[in-house]
Structures are given as structure tokens and as C-alpha cells.
């Protein structure tokens, strides 16, 4: 693995949206995860953030994030439609290919599979159009989904093309979720793998882990659980998952740094983690029959 | 629920039965309208406040918009005729449109239609748009909208037996399986066997409307064309006959060329004429379908 397959998330820098893709791009870095505070936070305007991000080059991982859509019902599912509208409009403006969607926090939303399931499906289809694939990821806080093998029957019942799961390490290990419930999950069904880490062994409350999860994550490599980060990334790579990371560090002290230094730490924890998976840029080794074909 | 509630058949959840109009949207509409003439099609009603003219053809509607927000808030029509929708006649259009939008279609702009009638409608691929109408047969929506034309006969027959086959819909890479969920789960759209295939350009997934009536061909762009300006969109209508010979020596005789090149000759199974008016084309598929 290299820079290559990994986007840097603007919501670990501060700074204005120019600064964070330059310091992004100075480190190496090809792709950028965006989130929709980039382009509506922008002074010029969304379409002034759309033609930077244009033009700096970086190829958009995804777009972030569409909360609490499933479960809702009557005005309130209206209202989240009318949300994921326009979630998607600046998605595909931008040109990210990935939106992301984290389950349910809502106290008003129901849990069961089928509401959920018909929901998904919805979503996927407003995305059908615009040419965008929708990663669903369990929120550890979720009401109803907070666990990945919950999104991934979901997705999997759900049973739409362009509907996928993001899995994200800091709540698989928050929840002390079973890596290996990984290798039960269909490969080219994750659309987007999102990395960090964090520094204490326990969280003992759900607020704990809100806090912790919006303020104190640091890169793979940084934290105290290196070894299973270390675990989740080469079981995704041995399952032949070859899609993209990010990482997504929401950390109070970086968004008070330099950018260029926190670009740098980025940069590192993509080292550190290539260390651990180096062969994947030579697929042809690992892709079966297809390694006949020069 | 009242008890009027349709309760559709899972095959056909629309009660889809066949095209009722097709759609092109241009610039140049005299420019259009005497190709269209040439292909079969005959001028028989004038939009009673619009630039917009109905020619028919046997069994076909087809429409051409002209307006210059024939396409709100899209781009204006440009002077290549483009297909801009297809409307499907349903049993019930208000029932269609809600059922779509209820499974994530977004709902067309408003005033999109060439009609004045409230059609309901979704937005298709690319800038196009699907229709549903249900008012067809003895009182039609042309009967409200359009004028007709002083000693135009308003049923033309069909040259060569022609007829609605299908539309081609060009995707972009690896979008087969969205559009398959697209068509199959709003329409009920199943899709064909890999290798059966009408017409002389077999390529492609293959989707057969639940009343059958009707195809959808989705072609991705071809490998090694990475350098193609590829959009995604409707591209092509397909005019289905029994005897492609005949139709094609018909519209010979009216001055449409067709490409003779290659692999796309002329041949019992289908024909392609050549590219009008800067990128127009149709295609003659043989067809087993009722006209």
C-alpha cells in the first residue's frame, strides 16, 4: 500500500478549505475526504469550494456525512429526504463517487429491519441517478445499528447495487466489535474504510465514547491499539478488499497545529500501516486468474 | 387506505402497458420535423401555447419540444435533437408517480412537461425524464394540449408496419447494476439473458418491460475507449418491423441513408441510419412485437 489508496480528512485540519487541500497535497496525499462543512462553511460560496477542490487535483475518497436517515417516518422521513437530497447534489458536484450515511442516532427512529432495510434501499436509489454509492456505516452510539455486522445484513438484505458499508475502526474497537465477523462480509460491498485510533484501552460510557470519538482520535499508528488496527487492515487486505482508506482523526490538538506538521503525522500513519500491508500494490499476485493477463 | 387503493401484481406493480410518447427536444424543430417525415412520421397537432408539434406515426406518438424551457433549470434544447423522455402509460399516473418517488425517484422539475395537463414525471437518466399517463385510448392527453392540424390525417399508418421497440441508454462504467435496480425496482423491468439480443448492435444488458412491449438497452462504453466523451443518457430509439428489408428499402425511397459499413450493415435482423443533424440516429430492429 501506498499514499496512493489513503485521503486525508479535512476535518483534522483547521483552516480554511485551500489551506487544508494544499497542506493535504504537500504531504503526498492524492485524495482528500470532504465533508459538507467544506463547501457550505466556504466565504466564496459552495461552488467557490467546488472549483478549489476542482482544481487542486485531489481525487475526492467520499463525502461526509448524512445522519440519521433510517427509521424515520411521515415529516420527519420527509424532511430527511429533502437532507439527502441535497447531501447528494454537493456530493456529485464535487465529484466524490461515495457518500457517507452513519446509522441512526434518532430517538424517534424505529429499529426494525424492514423500516431500515426500505429506507437504505430508497437512499440508494436518490444516489442511482447521480452516480454515487452510498456507505453505510454503524455509528458505535447508533440507536439501533451500532455494531458493523448489523449494517452489513442490512446492506446485504437490502440487496442494491450501489449500497455498500464504511466500517470505521474507532467504533469497531469502542464497541470491542469482532474482527473476525470482517471476513464474513463480501469485499467489494465495503466502499470505504475509515482509520484512526485513540489513546486510552477503555471507554466505560456512551458519552465516553461520543467524546472520545469527536475529540481525542489520532492516527493508526499513534493509539494504543496498533495491534488490532494492525489486524483490520490486513484482514481487509487479505479478503481482497482494494478499495480506499481515510482517516478520520477528529482531534481537538490537531485542529490547533500547523497543518503542514499534522499533514506530516498523517503521512507517517501511512507508512506505518503500508509496513504492515506492503504487497498490495502488486494485485496481480494476489487476483487469482486475472494474474495470468499482462 | 381507501378502498380504491390499486393493488398492483408484483410482475407489472405499474400496470405498465407500452410508450405512450416519445420526446425529443431541439433547436431546430423544422430541421427535425422533415427527418422525422422521412422516417415515416407525419405531423398531425400543434401545442395549443407552446413550440411543440406531435407527429405520429401508426402506433407512435412522438413529440418534439422546441420550447425554450423545454428543460427548466437543465440546459436548454440544444439544435441535435436529443431524447429528452419517454412516457410509459401506466393504469393509474398519480398512483405511478407516488409509488416511484416513495422508493427514492426525484420528482421532475415542475413545468418540464411539453404539456399543459399535469403529467407526472421523474427525472430518468442524464437530463431526461419519465412520464406517466394514463389517459389513453378514446379521450386522450393530446386532445387537451394540442390543436389539431387543418387537413393533416391524425392516423398516419406505419411505414413498413414500423413500431416502438425500444430505447438505447448509454451508462458509464460498472453502472449496469445501478440502472438494473433503477429499472427493475420503479418499473418492474426484468433483464434479457446475456446473449439474446435483437437488432445488429449486440452489446450491452438487455431490460423488457413487464408488459413487453418494450426494451431497454444499457450500454457501458466499450474497453479501450477511455478517451471517448462518454455521458450517460438516452441515445437512440429503436423502430421495430417484421420485414427489415422492406422497411429499410421504404425509407431508402424517402432519402434516409443508412450506415453500410462494417459490421453495421443493413441485414434481416436490424439497420442503422446514419447520424442526422449532428448526431441524430435510429435503428430498425426486427421485431416480434404487436404494432
Request: charged share 20%; aromatic share 8%.
Amino acid at each position: 500500500m501506498n499514499l496512493d489508496n489513503f485521503g486525508m480528512d479535512t476535518i483534522t485540519l483547521a483552516g480554511p478549505l485551500e489551506a487544508k487541500l494544499r497542506a493535504i497535497q504537500d504531504a503526498g496525499f492524492t485524495q482528500v475526504m470532504l465533508s459538507a462543512a467544506d463547501l457550505v462553511g466556504h466565504p466564496g460560496g459552495e461552488d467557490a469550494a467546488v472549483a478549489a477542490v476542482r482544481s487542486s487535483g485531489l481525487r475526492v475518497t467520499g463525502f461526509q456525512v448524512l445522519r440519521d436517515f433510517e427509521g424515520l417516518s411521515g415529516h420527519l422521513h420527509a424532511y430527511k429526504v429533502d437532507v439527502a437530497k441535497a447531501m447528494l447534489r454537493m456530493c456529485r458536484a464535487l465529484g466524490s463517487e461515495v457518500l457517507l450515511a452513519c446509522s441512526s442516532t434518532s430517538a424517534h427512529a424505529v429499529g426494525d429491519p424492514e423500516s431500515l432495510i426500505k429506507d437504505l434501499q430508497k437512499l440508494a436509489m436518490l444516489a442511482v441517478p447521480l452516480d454515487i454509492r452510498i456507505a453505510y456505516e454503524a455509528l458505535s452510539w447508533g440507536r439501533h445499528v451500532n455494531e458493523f455486522p448489523q449494517a452489513a445484513e442490512l446492506v446485504q438484505r437490502a440487496d442494491r447495487a450501489n449500497l455498500g458499508l464504511a466500517l470505521d475502526s474507532f467504533h469497531i474497537f469502542a464497541n470491542k466489535t469482532r474482527l473476525a465477523a470482517l471476513q464474513e462480509i463480501d469485499p467489494a460491498k465495503v466502499f470505504l474504510v475509515q482509520l484512526s485510533d485513540f489513546m486510552w484501552e477503555e471507554i466505560r460510557s456512551p458519552d465516553d465514547r461520543i467524546e472520545t470519538a469527536r475529540h481525542y482520535r489520532v492516527f493508526p499508528g499513534e493509539g494504543v491499539h496498533s495491534t488490532r488496527v494492525a489486524e483490520m487492515v490486513r484482514t481487509l487486505d487479505e479478503m481482497g478488499y482494494r478499495g480506499d482508506y481515510s482517516f478520520e482523526v477528529f482531534n481537538d490538538d490537531y485542529r490547533q497545529l500547523p497543518l503542514p506538521m499534522v499533514a506530516e503525522r498523517a503521512r507517517l500513519s501511512v507508512k506505518w500501516i503500508s509496513g504492515l500491508v506492503s504487497r498490495r500494490s502488486l494485485p496481480a499476485r494476489r487476483s487469482g486468474g486475472a494474474a495470468a493477463v499482462p | 387506505m381507501s378502498i380504491r387503493e390499486p393493488t398492483p401484481e408484483p410482475s407489472n406493480p405499474l400496470g405498465l402497458g407500452g410508450i405512450e410518447f416519445i420526446e425529443y427536444a431541439t433547436s431546430k424543430p423544422q430541421e427535425f420535423g422533415s427527418l422525422l417525415q422521412k422516417m415515416g412520421f407525419s405531423a398531425v397537432a400543434r401545442h395549443r401555447s407552446r413550440e411543440v408539434l406531435l407527429y405520429r406515426q401508426g402506433s407512435m406518438n412522438l413529440i418534439v419540444n422546441a420550447h425554450p424551457d423545454a428543460l427548466p433549470g437543465l440546459s436548454s434544447p440544444g439544435s441535435t435533437p436529443a431524447l429528452a423522455a419517454i412516457a410509459l402509460r401506466v393504469r393509474d399516473a398519480a398512483y405511478a408517480h407516488r409509488r416511484a418517488l416513495e422508493l427514492g425517484a426525484w420528482d421532475m422539475p415542475t413545468r418540464a412537461s411539453a404539456m399543459e395537463l399535469n403529467i407526472p414525471g421523474i427525472h430518468g437518466v442524464g437530463d431526461s425524464l419519465v412520464y406517466f399517463v394514463d389517459r389513453h385510448g378514446d379521450f386522450s392527453i393530446y386532445d387537451v394540449d394540442f390543436v389539431p392540424l387543418a387537413g393533416a390525417d391524425p392516423g398516419p399508418p406505419a411505414i413498413a408496419g414500423l413500431h416502438y421497440f425500444g430505447v438505447v441508454q448509454a451508462i458509464l462504467v460498472d453502472r449496469t447494476a445501478d440502472w438494473l435496480d433503477f429499472y427493475q425496482s420503479l418499473f418492474g423491468f426484468s433483464v434479457l439473458p446475456q446473449g439474446q439480443y435483437f437488432g445488429i448492435l449486440p452489446r450491452g444488458t438487455l431490460l423488457e418491460s413487464p408488459c413487453r412491449t418494450f426494451y431497454l438497452q444499457l450500454i457501458e462504453p466499450p474497453p479501450g475507449s477511455e478517451e471517448i466523451h462518454w455521458d450517460e443518457g438516452l441515445v437512440r430509439l429503436g423502430l421495430g418491423a417484421r420485414d427489415i428489408p422492406a422497411a429499410t428499402r421504404a425509407l431508402q425511397e424517402r432519402g434516409i441513408a443508412f450506415v453500410d459499413r462494417g459490421t453495421v450493415q443493413p441485414s434481416q435482423k436490424g439497420a442503422l441510419t446514419q447520424a442526422y443533424l449532428g448526431g441524430v440516429n435510429f435503428e430498425l430492429v426486427v421485431s416480434h412485437l404487436k404494432p
